[in-house]
């Protein structure tokens, strides 16, 4: 229905909502930090555009660990 690009950039905004900071939905503290909610948005268009190449999943989980793995460590 949609193009494989738009499909992937609208399904990561989506995604990202979850790592927005909810502090400026309740109090007026709009200094909220929205790093976590950039990676977010960068890491799932990287693993939406793995899919889409791939059309399987297992790469997507691969890079996913990987991506968390790295996260953890640094």
Not at 32 to 60: E, L, Q, R
């Amino acid at each position: 229905r949609y193009k494989p690009t738009i499909a992937v950039i609208l399904t990561s905004a989506l995604f990202t909502t979850i790592y927005l900071p909810r502090e400026p939905l309740f109090f007026n503290n709009y200094s909220a930090d929205t790093h976590s909610a950039t990676n977010a948005f960068i890491g799932s268009v990287i693993i939406g555009w793995t899919y889409w190449k791939s059309k399987s999943v297992g790469p997507g989980i691969i890079l996913h660990m990987s991506w968390n793995l790295v996260v953890s460590i640094a």
